[in-house]
Structures are given as C-alpha cells and as structure tokens.
C-alpha cells in the first residue's frame, strides 16, 4: 500500500507541473507500460553479444583469405550497411518468416517470434558494422609480428585468436562502443512488429491518454541512461585492455 | 660443415627459389651439424635470411632438398606438417615481435602451453629461468612497450628456447638495436652457443661472427660463394670478393660493414 501512496504523490505532483501520468494508477497500461521497459533491456541485453560474436565471426571470414568464407559475408555486410534496418526488418519477418512458417506447415509450428527477428535483424546488423572496424583492426597487425608467430608454430587460427583479435579488439574499441549505442536506439525498430519494448508500449498507452510529452520525457531519458551505462563499460572497458607502453 | 651425415641436423641440397620473377636462391647446398654455431654472411639481398624462412618452412622452395632434424621439409604438403616442423625450429626476428599486449612472462609463456599443450605450472618456472638466463628477470611483469630494443630482443630470445628447440635461427637480430644495446643480445647468443645450442646466424656483425662461429658461410646472389671455419673467410681467403666485403673489419668497424656498403 505504500507503494500507491508513492505512485498517488508521483501522479499528484506531475499533475501540479502540468504532466499527466494518471495511467500509472491503473493496472493494464502501468503493467504494458512496465513490461515495455523489461522488453526493451532484455532486446538490449541479447542482442549486444548476438552482435559482438557475429561480428568477430564476420570479422575472422572477411580476413580469412578463403573466398569462399569472405565473398558472402561481404556482401551480406554490403547489403546491410546500405539498407535500412525497418526495411530488414519488415523483409524479414514479413519474407523470411512466412517462408519458415510455410516450411514447417503452417505459423502455428513456427518457433521464431518477433523478439527473435528482431535480434537477429539487429544484431546482425550491427555485427555488420563491428566486423569492419574489427577487420580494420586485424590488418593493421604488422605483417613481420604474425610471421613471427607462424615461425613459433602458430596455426592461421590461433594467430588470430592470440594476437590478431586481442589487438584488433583493442583498436577497435571506441567503434564498438558506438555501434553498440546505436544499437540500443534500434531496438525500437521492433514496435514496427508488435514488439512490446518500450515505444510501442508508450504509443498504446499516449493513444489511449493523449500524454504524448510525458511519455516522450520518459522515453529520451531511459535511452539516454542505457547508452550513458554502455558508453561507461566501454570506457571501463578501454581502460582495463590499455597496454602499458604501447599506442592504443 | 664436415661431410659425415650422421650428424647432420640441417642439409640443403641445391635448393632453388624464386619470389615471382625474382630469383632469390640459385642452388644452396650447406649441411650443419649438431651443436654448430654457423654464421651466414653477405651482401643484402643476397638470399641470407631466405636461406633461414626456408630451413623452418615458412617459404617453400621450387626444387631442392631440405632435411632439418630429420624432417624432409621439402616434401611437406600441409600447413599443418609446416606447424610441426616450426614448433621443433626456433627462429628470432630483426624487430623482436613480441606480443605487446601480453607481458614478457606471458609472451614466453604462450607459445608452449597454448600451442604445445605444456603444462603452465612447469613452463612458467622454465620462463623465470631462461629470463635469469637473458639477465632480465626483474622485467616478467613488464610490457614489451616498456622495454628497451635490446631487452625486448632477449625476452624474443628467451621465447624461442621456451618451446625447447632443436636449432634456433637468428635472423640479423642486432640490425634494429642502437649500438649500446648490441652487446647484450650478442652476450646471451654467445652464451646459448657455449650450451651447445644449434644455431644459424645471419649477421653483419662481423667480430661476432669470427669469435663465436664454426663455420662462416659467404653468400652473394643467391649462390654459397664460399664457406670455412672464420679464420679462412675472414684472413685467408684467395676470394677477392669476400676480401672486399670483410674488408672493413679491421679498418672500418661494424658500421662500414653493415650492409655490404661503404666500402
């Protein structure tokens, strides 16, 4: 009871500035508007590794020097880079899914939601993004280092898992980062298929109360908190992996 | 360089290679012994650190034969079967290599327990050692970066003996280094040497080559030119040539020598 006393002084005190927040007093939009919120950091929370191991894998494939493993991750990484990402995603769940859905004899047998396309579209886009600056950061690996580790006996792999990709991982930090903060904004492609992350969870709740700037106020300000605690790991981050005498 | 095989760890047999249009090798033959120290010298670009990238498979010649340690390294079709060979042939590099985003116990450390499958306890005791032995031992901590050119080539050194080889090649591992930090890279070959170890040099540091060397090797164009105990190639060879290059060691010092230049 406590807590309504809080949600009642909350409501109360927005509505003397003028901003209504009278909907958190009943329970079918505070709980979509509650649960949009739980959905938008569980996207953020699956699809930053989707994207940060799809993007080493395409990184390794473009680097690889087997045509066969980088031809079709350049092109896929073409193709999504100049793309929009709605359009993927529509494509994808409007394209890709019904033929899934018509494989497995109709949608009632299909397992893949629209949370899983959205990650996947997500994700592998900017996985698309982090495989460039990681490639980058791979072949600025001085030649005369990896001939030193072949001479060691190193395999084509383990160079890359013991020298390339720390170093490259490295350098290419502060582009990670940023993809990653773009990442978080383009989750909310997902409401463009019912998604209940936290914009399509405003939308039904401002189209019902007409309280469209409070809803916004909300909303700027939790993706600014996600990309302000993104962008602090990544510093974090940064600091951890910077090597002692050497310019990175 | 004696003609009994028994012995022999290293044998080239008219080896032939060429990069492109370039013919960098034309026809090698030289046989090292176990426990030899033999110092390859000559001109740039005369096929000296080839001859080297060749013994441990990192380039493969178009005809010829290679055994090294009882490997015809010639006949090895797979990457993989290369691998092996290196793992046995330890080489060390004019600009060191090191890791640098791993410490100078780490960067000896890697190699034997990530790709020998060593065990980490017992390799991480053998690291302190070989860095005792290379005088640094106070540095295991510390990241390449942080270490000067000479320091940094006595902790690739000491890598190189991590995996345990049976030969170690030095590939003109003093041209990067300022002429203060020279000597104590050529202190911890020599001592290596003394151990025993197998090792083929490419240098141009001449004295060096003379104190602590078997056999020098004189190679020019990518032809053995010619090969004898120091003593031979350096004061008492008939070849003209070879006078010329070696020339300026009593005269000039190591840096009228370097390179074949300037005299």
Redesign the interface.
Known sequence: MQDMNLTGLFIDMMGRLGLNYEFLATGYEAQIWRDGFITTLYLVAVTIPVSLIVGLIFAACLTSGRLWLSAPVRAFVELTRNTPTLVQLMFSFLVLNTVVSNMLGGAQNNPLSPFFWVVAVVGLHVAALHAEAIRGGIEAV?S??I??????????F?ILR??QI??AF?SSLPAIVNGLISLVKSTTVGNAIAVSEITYASIMVWTQRDNVVEMMIVLLAFFSLINFVVARIGQWVERR?A????GL | MSASTDSAIVKLENVHLSFGQTQVLKGIDLTINKGDAVSIIGPSGSGKSTILRCINALVTPQSGKITVAGTRVDQLTKESERIQLRKRVGIVFQQYNLFPHLTVLDNIVLAPTRILGADKTATVKLARELLEKVRLSEKADAYPGQLSGGQQQRVAIARALAMKPELVLFDEVTSALDPETVGEVLWVIRDLIRDGMTSILVTHEMRFAEEISDTVVFTENGKIVDYGPPQQIFHSTDNPRIRQFVGGLSGGGRGAVRDGEGI
């Open positions: 001085p005369s280092m001939e030193a580790a072949r001479g060691m006996g190193f395999s084509q383990e013991y020298v720390p170093l490295r992996l090597i002692p005498g050497y």
